[in-house]
Protein backbone atom coordinates (compact mmCIF):
# COMPACT_ATOMS: atom_id res chain seq x y z
CA UNK A 1 0.00 0.00 0.00
CA UNK A 2 1.26 3.53 -0.86
CA UNK A 3 1.02 6.14 2.00
CA UNK A 4 -2.03 7.82 1.76
CA UNK A 5 -0.50 10.68 3.82
CA UNK A 6 2.17 11.82 1.46
CA UNK A 7 1.11 14.71 -0.33
CA UNK A 8 1.37 11.96 -3.55
CA UNK A 9 -0.57 9.74 -1.94
CA UNK A 10 -3.06 12.13 -0.99
CA UNK A 11 -3.71 13.31 -5.12
CA UNK A 12 -3.63 9.48 -5.85
CA UNK A 13 -6.62 8.62 -3.35
CA UNK A 14 -8.12 11.61 -4.96
CA UNK A 15 -8.23 10.60 -8.62
CA UNK A 16 -9.11 6.72 -7.46
CA UNK A 17 -12.01 8.37 -5.37
CA UNK A 18 -13.26 10.84 -8.42
CA UNK A 19 -11.78 9.49 -11.48
CA UNK A 20 -14.70 7.66 -13.79
CA UNK A 21 -12.52 5.74 -15.79
CA UNK A 22 -9.27 3.94 -15.09
CA UNK A 23 -6.84 1.58 -18.21
CA UNK A 24 -6.20 -1.76 -16.60
CA UNK A 25 -3.36 -3.65 -17.31
CA UNK A 26 -2.72 -7.24 -17.01
CA UNK A 27 0.12 -9.65 -18.61
CA UNK A 28 -1.13 -12.32 -20.80
CA UNK A 29 0.26 -15.80 -20.45
CA UNK A 30 2.85 -15.14 -22.91
CA UNK A 31 3.63 -11.73 -21.68
CA UNK A 32 2.29 -9.50 -23.77
CA UNK A 33 -0.06 -6.65 -22.02
CA UNK A 34 -3.09 -6.38 -21.97
CA UNK A 35 -5.04 -2.87 -21.18
CA UNK A 36 -8.78 -2.30 -20.75
CA UNK A 37 -10.18 0.65 -19.82
CA UNK A 38 -12.41 -0.01 -16.45
CA UNK A 39 -14.64 1.56 -14.17
CA UNK A 40 -13.19 1.12 -10.29
CA UNK A 41 -14.64 1.68 -6.67
CA UNK A 42 -11.53 2.87 -4.26
CA UNK A 43 -12.83 1.83 -0.82
CA UNK A 44 -9.64 3.21 1.13
CA UNK A 45 -7.58 0.26 0.56
CA UNK A 46 -8.00 -1.80 -2.58
CA UNK A 47 -9.93 -1.46 -5.59
CA UNK A 48 -12.72 -3.08 -7.22
CA UNK A 49 -13.08 -3.57 -10.77
CA UNK A 50 -16.05 -5.51 -12.08
CA UNK A 51 -15.92 -7.84 -15.05
CA UNK A 52 -17.66 -10.16 -17.74
CA UNK A 53 -17.10 -13.86 -16.72
CA UNK A 54 -14.29 -15.79 -19.09
CA UNK A 55 -12.56 -12.16 -20.12
CA UNK A 56 -9.36 -12.14 -21.30
CA UNK A 57 -8.16 -10.12 -17.70
CA UNK A 58 -9.12 -13.12 -15.77
CA UNK A 59 -7.07 -15.65 -17.20
CA UNK A 60 -4.37 -12.92 -17.17
CA UNK A 61 -4.85 -12.38 -13.33
CA UNK A 62 -4.86 -16.18 -12.46
CA UNK A 63 -1.61 -16.63 -14.28
CA UNK A 64 -0.05 -13.51 -12.79
CA UNK A 65 -1.43 -11.26 -10.44
CA UNK A 66 0.40 -8.13 -10.84
CA UNK A 67 -1.27 -5.34 -12.41
CA UNK A 68 -1.15 -1.57 -13.15
CA UNK A 69 -4.07 0.67 -12.87
CA UNK A 70 -3.32 4.01 -14.95
CA UNK A 71 -5.54 7.03 -14.65
CA UNK A 72 -4.96 10.26 -16.57
CA UNK A 73 -8.31 12.71 -17.50
CA UNK A 74 -6.65 15.57 -16.67
CA UNK A 75 -4.19 18.16 -17.79
CA UNK A 76 -3.58 16.67 -21.49
CA UNK A 77 -0.66 14.07 -19.88
CA UNK A 78 0.74 16.19 -16.60
CA UNK A 79 -1.08 14.22 -13.90
CA UNK A 80 -0.86 10.76 -14.90
CA UNK A 81 -1.32 8.48 -11.77
CA UNK A 82 0.10 4.68 -11.89
CA UNK A 83 -0.91 2.12 -9.09
CA UNK A 84 1.15 -1.16 -9.41
CA UNK A 85 -0.83 -4.01 -7.47
CA UNK A 86 -1.52 -7.69 -6.85
CA UNK A 87 -5.19 -8.41 -8.13
CA UNK A 88 -7.57 -11.63 -6.85
CA UNK A 89 -10.37 -12.98 -8.04
CA UNK A 90 -13.06 -12.70 -5.57
CA UNK A 91 -15.75 -15.49 -5.45
CA UNK A 92 -18.47 -13.33 -3.41
CA UNK A 93 -21.96 -13.51 -5.14
CA UNK A 94 -23.41 -11.09 -2.96
CA UNK A 95 -20.36 -8.54 -3.88
CA UNK A 96 -21.73 -6.87 -6.63
CA UNK A 97 -21.96 -3.25 -8.40
CA UNK A 98 -26.03 -3.67 -7.31
CA UNK A 99 -24.78 -4.26 -3.27
CA UNK A 100 -22.29 -1.55 -3.57
CA UNK A 101 -24.35 1.53 -2.54
CA UNK A 102 -20.68 3.82 -3.43
CA UNK A 103 -20.74 2.21 -6.68
CA UNK A 104 -23.80 3.11 -8.15
CA UNK A 105 -23.37 6.66 -6.74
CA UNK A 106 -20.38 6.92 -8.47
CA UNK A 107 -21.63 5.40 -11.46
CA UNK A 108 -25.42 5.29 -11.20
CA UNK A 109 -26.09 7.72 -13.46
CA UNK A 110 -23.49 6.58 -16.28
CA UNK A 111 -25.34 2.62 -15.97
CA UNK A 112 -28.94 5.01 -16.87
CA UNK A 113 -27.35 6.48 -19.66
CA UNK A 114 -26.61 2.63 -21.07
CA UNK A 115 -30.18 1.96 -20.30
CA UNK A 116 -28.83 0.03 -17.78
CA UNK A 117 -29.69 -0.99 -14.37
CA UNK A 118 -27.36 -1.44 -11.16
CA UNK A 119 -29.34 -4.98 -11.28
CA UNK A 120 -28.72 -5.57 -14.65
CA UNK A 121 -25.02 -4.56 -14.93
CA UNK A 122 -24.24 -7.07 -11.84
CA UNK A 123 -25.33 -9.77 -13.60
CA UNK A 124 -23.28 -8.70 -17.01
CA UNK A 125 -20.27 -7.75 -14.80
CA UNK A 126 -20.28 -10.29 -11.70
CA UNK A 127 -16.76 -11.07 -11.64
CA UNK A 128 -15.21 -9.32 -9.03
CA UNK A 129 -11.47 -7.94 -9.23
CA UNK A 130 -9.85 -6.60 -5.88
CA UNK A 131 -6.55 -4.78 -6.22
CA UNK A 132 -4.18 -4.41 -3.87
CA UNK A 133 -2.21 -1.32 -3.95
CA UNK A 134 1.73 -2.23 -3.69
CA UNK A 135 3.10 0.92 -5.17
CA UNK A 136 2.62 4.85 -6.41
CA UNK A 137 4.36 4.30 -9.87
Known amino acids: MF ?3 SKKG ?20 DGRPHSVAVWFLWDGTSILVFSKPK ?3 L ?23 AIEGTAELVDDPSLS ?3 LPAYVAKYGKHIQNLNWTPESMAKEYSQ ?10
Open 10 to 29: AHAAERLRDNIIGWFTTVRP
Open 59 to 81: VNIQQNPKVLLLMDDTDEGEDVV
Open 128 to 137: AIRITPTRLA
Open 55 to 57: NQK
Open 97 to 99: TAA
Open 3 to 5: DLT
